[in-house]
């Protein structure tokens, strides 16, 4: 059974650095990308970037490059998305998902129950 | 301002159908294959329609999803009480670089 679980919710405050996981099992994790993105509360859903494990491979949405970095350590299976200085604004649910890429079929098919940043102003 | 254009809000007594449109260009939907996805209240999104019209293992086949041009649809009948969500459309944006979505469509079943 595939599954990505991600992990937990974290509250920080402004300017603090922060580093939020997801880790992947039941699939070969070097063999897929995996995709992060984010839901303001009350909002709909945004793509920030996605990596491929498998050799580190990494593309960011125009929206989110700059601001965020994404990595992942093939030898736990595990991805992850950090911030160097948080804002108030990166306050929202942040959810990984296992990104299917293939000839314009491009979907995410398996989604991390997502990890709530809170950063209070 | 989404890519995608959806309606925000949709409804439907039990046991009809309801349709979900999702409106882009030639850059993302016109090219590009569309995925839909349901977002139940308090729970991450779930892939419901991949392809513009395959249904993944599990999903019933009340569940529909069609594309034409630059325009798709996701359509749902027998509609279940079970089935208020939000849903969204996505895909992949060649001018953008981008994958992009809807700005997603709350669905209530009356």
């Known amino acids: 059974e595939v599954q990505l679980v991600q992990s937990g919710a974290e509250v920080k405050k402004p300017g603090e650095s922060l580093k939020i996981s997801c880790k992947g099992s039941?699939?070969?994790?070097?063999?897929?990308?995996i995709g992060w993105v984010r839901q303001l509360p009350g909002k709909g859903l945004e793509w920030m970037g996605f990596?491929?494990?498998?050799?580190?491979?990494?593309r960011y949405s125009p929206s989110f490059g700059g601001h965020v970095t994404i990595s992942a350590d093939k030898s736990i299976n595990t991805a992850f998305l950090q911030w160097s200085s948080l804002k108030a604004s990166d306050t929202a649910i942040y959810y990984c998902?296992?990104?299917?890429?293939?000839?314009?079929?491009?979907?995410?098919?398996?989604w991390g129950q997502g990890t709530l940043v809170t950063v209070p102003s | 301002q989404s890519v995608l254009t959806q309606p925000p809000s949709v409804s439907a007594a039990p046991g009809q159908k309801v349709t979900i449109s999702c409106s882009g260009s030639?850059?993302?939907?016109?090219?590009?294959?569309l995925s839909w996805y349901q977002q139940l209240p308090g729970t991450a999104p779930k892939l419901l329609i991949y392809?513009?019209?395959k249904r993944p293992s599990g999903i019933p086949d009340r569940f529909s999803g069609s594309k034409s041009g630059t325009s798709a649809t996701l359509g749902i009948t027998g509609l279940q009480t079970g089935d208020q969500a939000d849903y969204y459309c996505?895909?992949?944006?060649?001018?953008?670089?981008?994958?992009?979505f809807g700005g997603g469509t709350k669905l209530t079943v009356l």
């Open positions: 998902a296992r990104f299917q890429s293939a000839a314009a079929k491009d979907y995410f098919d398996y």
């Open positions: 039941g699939y070969t994790f070097t063999g897929y990308w």
């Open positions: 990596i491929f494990p498998g050799d580190s491979d990494t």
């Open positions: 030639s850059s993302n939907i016109g090219n590009n294959y």
């Open positions: 392809e513009n019209n």
């Open positions: 996505g895909t992949w944006d060649s001018t953008l670089s981008a994958l992009v």
